[in-house]
């Protein structure tokens, strides 16, 4: 299927990557919770720590059909997902450049476990796009942005970034938790891997623990020759919950979308509220729109600056 023939978000948070129930026909994928399978061809067999048992797979593809990924890895969280993906892509001596502008997680982990596995590092501020590339040097060999931002929706380039790294060689990784696959998919715009935080929208109810890496089928590879040694898995009966969980993504988020727009209006009409961050507030000043064009609005301000 091209781009052009893709079904719609909806269908395919719904339809994309289910198991089914050969045995009883049954319509949702059931959970698999073995953990030991007979090996399927003689070389391989599924292994939760594999990161390729059914209720595994299920979520991954469903996420990759979002995120307009080959493949995918689900992890027992964001942090998971996010440091096997870096470490996956670096060796000691290599450099990486991070937008200073990030989940307190994720830049206390890299403050403090790279150094420590000799990797470097340096933070620019990602409003600019040149700053990543001023920042470039022969070892750098990961670009890492987070838009929006936690907790103040900064908002980088993301295909400026893409079109920079791309064009020294160097891997972008964006952290695409904030957007989720329904406001935006980072690798149509050039990012070689996204990642998420599942504990955020793809989870859904504030129940789930998840993490997930989508990229090509080759970089997944790479991924995944790490991931297995760290060992971050999902187990099936979240997994199941995880997949559950999004075939309501897109409606959730587009009621989410509405109703942070509705909060954030109503914050900026306050004059004891000295600023309010929400980047779609300001796009919809730059452009007028009306105010039932606000999912438009929202999914067009990701790309801008
Ligand atoms: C943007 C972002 N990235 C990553 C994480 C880390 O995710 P987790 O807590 O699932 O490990 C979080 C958690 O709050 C987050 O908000």
């Known amino acids: 299927m091209n781009n052009n023939q893709r079904a719609s978000k909806l269908t395919l948070s719904v339809h994309a990557g289910s198991h089914g129930d ?3 026909k049954g319509t949702v994928t059931p959970v698999f919770p073995s953990t030991a399978y007979d090996y399927e061809d003689g070389a391989t067999t599924l292994y939760p720590r594999y990161f ?3 209720n595994q797979k299920a979520v991954v593809e469903k996420l990759a059909a979002l995120e307009n990924a080959e493949d995918g890895i689900i992890f027992s969280s964001g942090m998971a997902a996010i440091l096997t993906a870096i470490f996956a892509m670096m060796k000691k001596g290599d450099h990486a450049i991070f937008q200073n502008d990030l989940y307190g997680g994720t830049f ?6 790279m150094p420590r596995y000799g990797m ?3 933070l620019v501020d990602g409003s600019n796009p040149e700053n990543f590339k ?3 040097r022969a070892e750098t060999k990961v670009i890492y942005i987070e838009t929006p931002s936690n907790p103040t929706l900064k908002i980088t380039d993301i295909k400026a970034v893409a079109d920079i790294a791309r064009a020294h060689g160097i ?3 964006i952290d695409n938790t904030f957007a989720s696959p329904v406001n935006q998919n980072p690798i149509d715009l050039g990012i070689d891997i996204v990642t998420h935080s599942g504990t955020k929208y793809i989870g859904g109810h504030s129940d789930i623990s998840c993490g997930a890496v989508l990229a090509s089928a080759s970089l997944t590879k790479q ?3 790490s991931a297995i040694h ?3 898995s999902l187990d099936p009966n979240t997994s199941w919950l995880v997949e559950r969980s999004l075939k309501t993504i897109v409606l959730r988020v587009r009621q989410q979308n509405g109703n942070a727009l509705a909060i954030a209006e109503f914050l900026k009409s306050d004059n004891r509220i000295g600023r309010v961050y929400y980047p779609v507030l300001s796009i919809i000043r730059i452009i007028q729109l009306p105010k039932h064009k606000c999912q438009e609005a929202l999914v067009e301000c990701y790309h801008l600056k």
Do not use: L
Not at 108 to 113: D, L, P, Q, S
């Open 230 to 232: 760290f060992g971050g």
């Open 22 to 24: 050969p045995r009883f």
């Open 134 to 136: 001023k920042a470039i």
């Open 120 to 122: 470097e590092y340096t």
């Open 171 to 173: 891997i972008t990784i």
């Open 108 to 113: 206390h982990a890299i403050v403090n476990e």
């Open 223 to 225: 991924v995944w020759e």
């Open 52 to 54: 390729n048992t059914p």
